[in-house]
């Protein structure tokens, strides 16, 4: 397929970059991936799970560090398992479908597994839901879960007449159902930013570091509820995306103030609460953002500053940092810090044994870990970094957390 | 393309349809040059590998990154090798917006040649990035494209825009940390257009001769030496015009672009392009591989870095702690140490006990236990067994080191060299299969010179039988200077005498770090050179090498034993005056200095010609770098530089033989390397009449009741002094 080869080399050369962008473009690739995929007759859902698997290894290996990529391949996965059962249940059970199709909407689950389910369905969830002791309290009858999905499977053979009817409205019901997650990575700004005035209070000073494109929007929100309050602008060295934060923030009407990375100690006492982007929320709650974040956390907690990092969706990654597939950093170009032309002479290997003596590092991320954060705001509202397991385990299905051993197992 | 063809013409003049042709470069596969003999006998030099990658690789990559929709890929030599490397990776397959043509041509030698190729073939419709397949880059492209095209605009005269990079060169071997010579150039601050350019500017000379035109027809104008050539180029069409009607031009820089600011009948212009956080080089020799690949595994080139871009098959490298970039399948034992900034590629097994430092490991190498390796370039499937000491080498694919083999600073070990058991080969060699080419034309030609290695009359690997090349070698090594076969067990492989630099400057371009010895004998001599030194001399002696400071020390002693104090510290004034006029100071003003100490320390006459002379001495031992061969060379230009001063102290027949006494006195103490030599510069010195016959003959004289341990130089010039009474009468005409 040309435009994943396509997509893979712009992941590949660092074309496309900021979660957003990434993830937004991978849902519309699988999409178009969903779709050009041709359908068996038999086992429809793990040939659609294949295609979208193979397509997902390569992208997630094109640029290990957008764990974005990974995120929206795993909810697509889930979307066509969680498809595939509703469908599988609508044929079989049609009574069923209202109660189904109800719980598909991962928004009312947010407070936690459903509790009014009915048995099919429960035992439709258990297969996907990681097994908490909860879900392993509540579904009673569990042996009866696996033998009821496998006669949905049985069921499905036996009906031949059904069969392409239902292929088709899989496929469509997955496409749509794609189509609602690139509008929930649209939105997400939208969503954020309407719980700003809950947050953001009079005369309040508010911290932030570097540029987000979220952060900006969640001041936006607040200022144009007319509330009135100061920012500070860490410049966010070695890229200064903070100076363009503080342009646009004063553009529209915000009092702003720019400070180096540096006086962010000098500066927290003032700052009533530190609000930041990330670029990835992963499952123990853990932060992966702009470099220098750790210290403005280490900061804000030593000064007990609220940190609130505001994220969408897109960005909670149902991997923990110490997975081996997790990239936590990516080392960029020294050129962002120092001038290359004015430093050539001191990194003469002719001279001086043929060992460099200056080296310039220049990581992109840090690392926050989950102690520091003091709450997540996702479109789906405010989290405590403990209760980040359980949003991440509405949206992925735990079959899916490892990519690749699953598809070079399947090839 | 035909009905883009017609497009052509209306393209050169309507700024609108400029805009719309799609970016073209013209990538040369091919160097034009032997700087990577013997290596580039077997294998193009775009595919040899940089940090396990082509890099080719890293040239297309760029050019796609920066939006270039066509590229036109010229293979000259091991054009087989590049086409079936581009069909088989990935640019081979079709993208969108980006697509690959070979023009392959068999009998082009040079840049010039390629372009007056591709004119021909009538593919370049607009404007055209002219880069050479060897080339590293992560610059962005936009701000150059529109500038160039603005210019264009306003004079339709600009034909070339050129990268520059800030690149400060070593003061002491004048050189920049790729390797390269320095160069001159003369830009005009304003709008950037290239007034001269010199890339053999002899820096030495501290002087540089610029056209008076370039003067008065420019308001101002920089003159830099610290600017690097990117050989990155956005050419207009009618550069490949210009190279048809100059069938003559052959190489980029050296005949265009000379050729074009030399030449005003053109009126063409070239404009420069200076870029300074990203990161260009040009791999143009073993030095500049070295340099490049550190840079790239320090990530200056990002994303070309390894564990970005890889194409090839196997598990790619992943970056850890200390900048070690390593494949997931590497295996290592425990005990291996691993320094940081290494590379190593997938399925490489590394055994006990083994150090890896500053070095790039190949895939699927074996490298067995004890091994050290510092600051190598191992490529793949490369087998190093037990025992061996590799530093600051090249070791290509498929080569075999023996155990206990050591590979000295600067080996080059081209593909499937073998080298037996406790072989130690020597610093700066080059290895290959291949015998190395008879015909070596003069370093002036090489840069054009026949660089169809493929076709040159080597036999193939393939040919001869593994059997047959251990014999032939047998016997040629008892030729050449072999040293592989030594240790009894196998070793297969030519010696390359070295052909295109020469011995003395094979460190210069080697990946070698410049030994300390080296950069000792610069930095004396840059003392020697430098004019306000004289401060810096007691510091730099000591820095400097042992035969500056030894002669000093020798000098303080004996001298204090034999004359008044003030008579050495005297001629310590005289040296140092004399320094300083080799550093420039007029002579009158050098006269003068040394006639006012003269005065001042109260000596007479002739002990003042013999601190001058003395001085001129010391400095010829200064130039002649210590080495005796050059000795005598060094005298005489000494000699000649500061003749004018010598006649001016030595004026009659008493300072003369006060001289003559004052060497001879030098040759048995001070500087005893002039012994041998003696009655060499003794002829000098009267060939150049600093010294008249009769002072000869009055020192001979003088001497003949000396004991015999004082006439030691009496005799050894008695063969000139034979011939200088037997033709009297010729020198008195000459007189």
Redesign the interface.
Known sequence: MPDVSDFILKLQRRRIEGSHATARQTAELLRSVVSQTRMPYTNQAASLLDAVRAVGEQLIAANPVELAVGNIVRRVLHIIREEDLSSSAVSFEGLMISEKSDDEDDADQKGGPVLSAAAVAAAARSTLRPRSLQTLLEDGPLPAAPSKSSSAGDSEGKSKSDKSAVGKRLKHSVIEAINLLIEEIDDCYEDISEQAVEHIHQNEVILTLGRSKTVKEFLYAAKQKNRSFRVFVAEGAPRYQGHVLAKELIQKGLETTVITDSAIFAMISRVNMVIVGAHAIMANGGVIAPVGMNMLALAAQRHAVPFVVVAGSHKLCPLYPHNPEVLLNELKSPSDLIDFGEFSDCMDFGAHGGAPLMHVVNPTFDYVPPNLVSLFITDTGGHNAAHMYKLIADYYSADDLVIKRKSTSSN | MAQKKGGKTAASDDPEELARTPLQAVLLADTFNLKFRPITLERPKVLLPLVNTPMIDYTL?WL??VGVEEVFLFCCAHAEQVKEYIGNS?WG????GFSITTIESNFSMSAGDALRFIEGKNVIRGDFILITGDTIS?MSLTEALQAHKDRRKKDPDTVMTMFV????P?PL?H?T?L?NDEIMMAIDPETKQLLYYEDRFDSSKRAVTLDKSLLADNASLYLRTDLEDCCIDICSPEVLTIFLDNFDYQHLRRHFVKGLLHDDIMGKKIYTHE?????TARVDNY?SY??IS??II??????LVPD??YAGNRA?M??QRE?IYKAPDVTLSPSVRIG??TAIGSGTIIGENSSV??SVIGELCTIGRNVSI??CYIWDSVTIEDGCRLS?SIVCDGVHLHTGATLEPGVILSFKVEVGQNITVPAYSKVSLLPQPSKQDSDEELEYADTNSGVIDSPSIASISPANIEHDHVSSFDTEQSVLLEGGLSGVGYIWTSCETGNEEEWRYSV???P?EK?KEFYAKMFDEDESSSDGEQTGITHSGELISESKSTDFDDSDGEYKGDVSKFEKEVEETFERALGGVAEENVQLEINSLRMSFNVTHAECAGAVFQSVIKSAIIASNSSKSNLLKATIDAIERSKGLLSYFITNVDEEIEVILKFEEMCMEITREFAPIFSSVLHQLYDKEVITEDAILKWESEKADADESDKVFVKQSEAFLKWLKEAPEEDDEDE
């Not at chain 2, 397959?93 to 969108?96: N, Y």
């Not at chain 2, 990079?165 to 400060?168: G, I, Y």
């Not at chain 2, 870029?275 to 990161?279: E, G, K, T, V």
């Open positions: 990559a796609e990154s990935h397959q079709s993208h969108a992560n990079k800030r690149s400060k070593m071997t050189q940390r390797g870029i300074d956080s990203s990161y030095r070295d340099t550190k840079d320090q990530r200056w080139s990002f994303p970005v871009l790619q992943r970056l900048g940081a900034f430092s500053n510092d600051g600051h070698a770090p410049i300390v950069l």
